[in-house]
């Protein structure tokens, strides 16, 4: 009896790495010392109802930029054990199979836990703020979509410590991840993290769809809509349409893998390479799905700190929709190499090539918007222009990868991540960092600290380049992608070496973040007037943190920059139209459902892990009760009363 | 906090501004919705058309579909498709009993769909096409169970939406939620037509 458990116990957690135990103790030090400090604050009550069962778009995207910047530290954690392994010749600090999980869960997790959901938190914190709403259109669907990202990435995490992480790269490319080549728990896992979590992608693709669409301001025609959330629309097209292509191909691997079909497989007629142009078909549209936003979130920034409008604003738009439609004939040149014959290669390059276009009219856009301009250094616009260089690089070299012939050289060798992670690094981070310190003053009420800023601005900037230049460099060399050991005589030592002490740069540039973010909670500068950065969006009307109904009184908008103009109209003097009658306001319930569906999910998701019905089973049963209970459950409204509202108006107004 | 709890249905039109028809945000989503849906089932389409040659020495399409089955199946979805539409009728005309009697026969000719498609599957595996045997078979399966999945779950909504129907009549919120069922069960209907076309009528030409 003793000796099953035992055996259960050595194959159900893992074992035999230091690192690991290292990071079960941490896991339960934290899990212990978090339920602690709720206990002994008697905090359960707070959490649950003040967050738990939120469906305030504004704390529920609090809630995804917390957890991505968790994910972030992660992954992060991931890439600094890659560098190190391969930092020179002959290392022993990861063995090759722990270091093929290692890389399958950085990509993974940097794409799908770290990048989407801090994307999708500014989405819910700025959109409807932006648009003049009092909420999304779907506030419980909204809850629920984070709250299925949640138990995916927890699901996904765990593999880590229990059943073992998968190894198959983040595409997972069948027969390398089919049941013949990989019969461990690990594939099921990601499998089932992405599926999850994909679901609430989806949903908040479709919300914020129809919140766009539905749910303007009176007067905010289309292109009267500020460019973050016109990116914002341009990303939910993506979304609708690539999402469920992902959805449907990991179902179809998974059914390979539980099922015995042969979609994917090498035996009884399956075609792995059906897996493949499914997967860039989602994939290479998820790339512009996280650079779209941080797109809008540039132009914003560089509007507000140029103090002029966005240059070419119709353009922007254009261009962003341009690359919404082109990013789907794209996918193939993924594998220019296996195959697909000179045409199609042809076919691929020129559309890939093609989407430098508009790109390129939005850098020179954002350029023009600069000349001229009254420039203020503040850390979002620092990010901004630290961008424009980084990106440009990285935009040319994926051009050269665009260039058929010539990427038979380039593909999957070092050059490709050189390339990969100056886009995604130099636009998706940058961009989203500059969103996070532009929008924290309206998130928290106060602005994060620049001295830490600036010091972690620097780190990440000269780790950025220090890290990835000299692995363009080693990838010509021919050093190849997810290789875990090379000898002395190839020659990769020194430019590894540099490599990895870029990568450490860039990890202290995200400890310093975090000091940053740690010392400004404590002495801040506070945003009292609710428009810090004498901005020039809607957002930044409202007091700072919003209100839960963000507007007492929905805004008549008439101009682009209608904050802007109405201030500029104040400031002559020039009378304004007399406020409405204060009204009642419709307000979303909180709700335990979506917390608890995904609880299930999160049951039903461990039980196919594992192939354990008496998991799954009950679990899929809990989520279409939820389903149920939400379909039958009337009372889910209520209305602040007018008192209230002048009560709470004139206390976050009257510090004014 | 005071809260006062209103029903959805009684508030009146220009009560608050920037307050939106709820039934209308939900029509509008849920025609987004169907859109992710139809390239859910394009992947599984392209998936089919790929594979449906690779039997791998197994039966073909052309010796196992029983095509006078497919051809009950279609006229039975489609009635049901036609009577989904009177109930919405009903529904219009506020007639709650004529609703919930359409509904009852939408979801009859449903589950006999269901049925009947159940009943083939089994044939088709008795006679050596099980779902293991071939990508085609696996294709196959996948493809029509993931249409005959979504029925069944049509069904389960429909019978919840009944009793719904039953206890609070014909208000605001049910008719935005039967409106809702009404578009996924023609868009059923129409994934069907293409199943017809592309699985049965091009696997036996």
Same mark, same amino acid.
């Given at each position: 009896?003793?000796?099953?458990?035992?055996?259960?116990?050595?194959?159900?957690?893992?074992?035999?790495? $230091? *690192?690991?135990? @290292?990071?079960?103790?941490? %896991?339960?030090?934290?899990? =212990?010392?978090?339920?602690? +400090?709720?206990?002994? !604050?008697?905090?359960?009550?707070?959490?649950?109802?003040?967050?738990?069962?939120?469906?305030?778009?504004?704390?529920?995207?609090?809630?995804?930029?917390?957890?991505?910047?968790?994910?972030?530290?992660?992954?992060?954690?991931?890439?600094?054990?890659?560098?190190?392994?391969?930092?020179?010749?002959?290392?022993?600090?990861?063995?090759?199979?722990?270091?093929?999980?290692?890389?399958?869960?950085?990509?993974?997790?940097?794409?799908?836990?770290?990048?989407? $959901? *801090?994307?999708? @938190?500014?989405?819910?914190? %700025?959109?409807?703020?932006? =648009?003049?709403?009092?909420? +999304?259109?779907?506030? !419980?669907?909204?809850?629920?979509?984070?709250?299925?990202?949640?138990?995916?990435?927890?699901?996904?995490?765990?593999?880590?410590?229990?059943?073992?992480?998968?190894?198959?790269?983040?595409?997972?490319?069948?027969?390398?991840?089919?049941?013949?080549?990989?019969?461990?728990?690990?594939?099921?896992?990601?499998?089932?993290?992405?599926?999850?979590?994909?679901?609430?992608?989806?949903?908040?693709?479709?919300?914020?769809?129809?919140?766009?669409?539905?749910?303007?301001?009176?007067?905010?025609?289309?292109?009267?809509?500020?460019?973050?959330?016109?990116?914002?629309?341009?990303?939910?097209?993506?979304?609708?349409?690539?999402?469920?292509?992902?959805?449907?191909?990991?179902?179809?691997?998974?059914?390979?893998?539980?099922?015995?079909?042969?979609?994917?497989?090498?035996?009884?007629?399956?075609?792995?390479?059906?897996?493949?142009?499914?997967?860039?078909?989602?994939?290479?549209?998820?790339?512009?799905?996280?650079?779209?936003?941080?797109?809008?979130?540039?132009?914003?920034?560089?509007?507000?700190?140029?103090?002029?409008?966005?240059?070419?604003?119709?353009?922007?738009?254009?261009?962003?929709?341009?690359?919404?439609?082109?990013?789907?004939?794209?996918?193939?040149?993924?594998?220019?190499?296996?195959?697909?014959?000179?045409?199609?290669?042809?076919?691929?390059?020129?559309?890939?090539?093609?989407?430098?276009?508009?790109?390129?009219?939005?850098?020179?856009?954002?350029?023009?918007?600069?000349?001229?301009?009254?420039?203020?250094?503040?850390?979002?616009?620092?990010?901004?222009?630290?961008?424009?260089?980084?990106?440009?690089?990285?935009?040319?070299?994926?051009?050269?990868?665009?260039?058929?012939?010539?990427?038979?050289?380039?593909?999957?060798?070092?050059?490709?991540?050189?390339?990969?992670?100056?886009?995604?690094?130099?636009?998706?981070?940058?961009?989203?960092?500059?969103?996070?310190?532009?929008?924290?003053?309206?998130?928290?009420?106060?602005?994060?600290?620049?001295?830490?800023?600036?010091?972690?601005?620097?780190?990440?900037?000269?780790?950025?380049?220090?890290?990835?230049?000299?692995?363009?460099?080693?990838?010509?060399?021919?050093?190849?992608?997810?290789?875990?050991?090379?000898?002395?005589?190839?020659?990769?030592?020194?430019?590894?070496?540099?490599?990895?002490?870029?990568?450490?740069?860039?990890?202290?540039?995200?400890?310093?973040?975090?000091?940053?973010?740690?010392?400004?909670?404590?002495?801040?500068?506070?945003?009292?007037?609710?428009?810090?950065?004498?901005?020039?969006?809607?957002?930044?009307?409202?007091?700072?943190?919003?209100?839960?109904?963000?507007?007492?009184?929905?805004?008549?908008?008439?101009?682009?920059?209608?904050?802007?103009?109405?201030?500029?109209?104040?400031?002559?003097?020039?009378?304004?139209?007399?406020?409405?009658?204060?009204?009642?306001?419709?307000?979303?319930?909180?709700?335990?459902?979506?917390?608890?569906?995904?609880?299930?999910?999160?049951?039903?998701?461990?039980?196919?892990?594992?192939?354990?019905?008496?998991?799954?089973?009950?679990?899929?049963?809990?989520?279409?009760?939820?389903?149920?209970?939400?379909?039958?459950?009337?009372?889910?409204?209520?209305?602040?009363?007018?008192?209230?509202?002048?009560?709470?108006?004139?206390?976050?107004?009257?510090?004014? | 906090?005071?809260?006062?709890?209103?029903?959805?249905?009684?508030?009146?039109?220009?009560?608050?501004?920037?307050?939106?028809?709820?039934?209308?945000?939900?029509?509008?989503?849920?025609?987004?919705?169907?859109?992710?849906?139809?390239?859910?089932?394009?992947?599984?389409?392209?998936?089919?058309?790929?594979?449906?040659?690779?039997?791998?020495?197994?039966?073909?399409?052309?010796?196992?579909?029983?095509?006078?089955?497919?051809?009950?199946?279609?006229?039975?979805?489609?009635?049901?498709?036609?009577?989904?539409?009177?109930?919405?009728?009903?529904?219009?005309?506020?007639?709650?009993?004529?609703?919930?009697?359409?509904?009852?026969?939408?979801?009859?000719?449903?589950?006999?769909?269901?049925?009947?498609?159940?009943?083939?599957?089994?044939?088709?595996?008795?006679?050596?096409?099980?779902?293991?045997?071939?990508?085609?078979?696996?294709?196959?399966?996948?493809?029509?169970?993931?249409?005959?999945?979504?029925?069944?779950?049509?069904?389960?909504?429909?019978?919840?939406?009944?009793?719904?129907?039953?206890?609070?009549?014909?208000?605001?919120?049910?008719?935005?939620?039967?409106?809702?069922?009404?578009?996924?069960?023609?868009?059923?209907?129409?994934?069907?037509?293409?199943?017809?076309?592309?699985?049965?009528?091009?696997?036996?030409?």
């Amino acid at each position: 009896m003793l000796d099953t458990i035992k055996d259960f116990a050595s194959w159900f957690f893992v074992t035999g790495d $230091p *690192l690991i135990y @290292g990071a079960d103790v941490a %896991i339960t030090l934290s899990v =212990i010392a978090i339920v602690g +400090v709720l206990t002994y !604050f008697k905090k359960w009550g707070w959490l649950w109802k003040n967050w738990l069962t939120t469906v305030d778009h504004k704390k529920i995207g609090i809630m995804y930029i917390l957890a991505s910047l968790l994910m972030l530290f992660r992954g992060g954690v991931d890439a600094i054990m890659m560098r190190t392994q391969i930092a020179l010749p002959d290392i022993k600090f990861l063995e090759p199979e722990h270091y093929n999980q290692v890389f399958t869960t950085h990509g993974t997790i940097m794409i799908l836990f770290m990048a989407m $959901p *801090l994307m999708f @938190g500014l989405f819910n914190i %700025i959109v409807p703020l932006q =648009i003049g709403a009092r909420d +999304v259109a779907f506030p !419980f669907l909204n809850a629920l979509s984070f709250w299925l990202f949640f138990a995916g990435a927890m699901l996904f995490n765990m593999s880590f410590v229990i059943g073992g992480s998968p190894d198959a790269g983040w595409t997972s490319y069948p027969p390398l991840s089919g049941l013949m080549h990989n019969p461990g728990v690990g594939q099921n896992f990601y499998i089932w993290g992405i599926q999850i979590s994909g679901i609430g992608s989806l949903a908040t693709g479709i919300n914020f769809m129809v919140t766009l669409i539905k749910m303007r301001a009176p007067g905010m025609t289309l292109m009267k809509m500020p460019m973050f959330s016109w990116s914002v629309f341009a990303t939910c097209i993506i979304i609708i349409l690539a999402f469920p292509i992902l959805t449907m191909t990991l179902a179809l691997l998974f059914l390979d893998r539980f099922g015995g079909a042969h979609f994917f497989t090498l035996d009884l007629g399956g075609n792995p390479m059906m897996y493949i142009n499914l997967f860039w078909m989602w994939g290479h549209p998820e790339v512009y799905i996280v650079v779209l936003p941080a797109f809008g979130i540039f132009s914003e920034v560089v509007a507000t700190f140029s103090r002029k409008r966005i240059f070419g604003y119709k353009s922007m738009v254009f261009a962003m929709l341009v690359i919404s439609v082109l990013s789907f004939f794209t996918w193939l040149h993924h594998f220019f190499t296996m195959g697909s014959g000179a045409d199609i290669n042809v076919f691929f390059a020129i559309t890939t090539m093609l989407i430098a276009i508009p790109t390129g009219v939005k850098i020179f856009n954002w350029l023009f918007t600069m000349y001229r301009g009254r420039i203020k250094f503040e850390l979002p616009m620092m990010w901004t222009i630290a961008f424009i260089p980084c990106f440009v690089v990285g935009g040319m070299t994926g051009v050269l990868l665009a260039v058929a012939p010539a990427d038979f050289q380039f593909h999957n060798s070092y050059f490709l991540i050189a390339h990969f992670h100056q886009v995604l690094i130099g636009g998706v981070v940058f961009g989203y960092f500059a969103g996070m310190y532009y929008w924290w003053p309206k998130m928290f009420g106060f602005k994060l600290n620049d001295y830490w800023g600036k010091w972690a601005f620097w780190f990440w900037n000269i780790g950025f380049y220090v890290c990835f230049m000299p692995q363009y460099a080693l990838g010509l060399a021919g050093m190849t992608r997810r290789i875990s050991e090379y000898s002395w005589d190839t020659g990769w030592g020194p430019l590894n070496l540099i490599s990895t002490i870029g990568a450490f740069l860039m990890g202290l540039g995200f400890i310093f973040q975090v000091v940053q973010i740690a010392t400004s909670i404590f002495k801040h500068q506070k945003d009292v007037t609710g428009d810090i950065w004498d901005a020039r969006t809607l957002e930044w009307s409202t007091p700072s943190p919003a209100p839960e109904y963000n507007f007492a009184v929905i805004p008549h908008v008439h101009d682009v920059d209608d904050w802007w103009e109405t201030k500029q109209r104040r400031a002559k003097g020039i009378p304004e139209a007399p406020q409405p009658q204060l009204e009642p306001i419709h307000m979303p319930k909180n709700s335990a459902i979506p917390i608890i569906m995904s609880l299930f999910w999160f049951v039903a998701g461990f039980g196919f892990v594992f192939g354990w019905w008496w998991f799954y089973v009950p679990g899929m049963i809990g989520v279409l009760l939820c389903m149920l209970a939400r379909s039958f459950s009337y009372n889910t409204d209520y209305y602040i009363p007018v008192d209230e509202i002048k009560r709470t108006e004139a206390a976050i107004r009257g510090s004014v | 906090m005071a809260q006062s709890a209103v029903n959805k249905g009684n508030h009146g039109a220009g009560h608050d501004h920037g307050h939106h028809d709820p039934n209308e945000l939900k029509v509008l989503g849920f025609w987004f919705f169907l859109i992710s849906d139809v390239i859910l089932f394009s992947v599984l389409f392209a998936t089919f058309i790929v594979l449906r040659n690779s039997t791998a020495g197994g039966p073909t399409g052309e010796e196992l579909f029983n095509m006078p089955g497919v051809i009950a199946e279609t006229f039975i979805l489609l009635t049901s498709s036609f009577t989904s539409g009177l109930a919405v009728l009903a529904m219009n005309r506020n007639q709650k009993k004529q609703l919930i009697g359409w509904l009852i026969v939408t979801a009859i000719l449903g589950a006999a769909f269901i049925g009947l498609e159940i009943s083939e599957f089994v044939e088709m595996v008795h006679e050596g096409a099980a779902y293991t045997t071939s990508a085609f078979t696996s294709a196959f399966f996948t493809l029509v169970g993931t249409h005959g999945l979504h029925v069944s779950l049509g069904l389960l909504w429909m019978i919840g939406l009944m009793i719904q129907i039953g206890r609070r009549g014909i208000t605001d919120t049910t008719r935005g939620k039967i409106t809702v069922i009404s578009l996924y069960w023609h868009f059923l209907d129409v994934i069907w037509i293409f199943l017809l076309t592309v699985v049965y009528l091009m696997g036996v030409m």
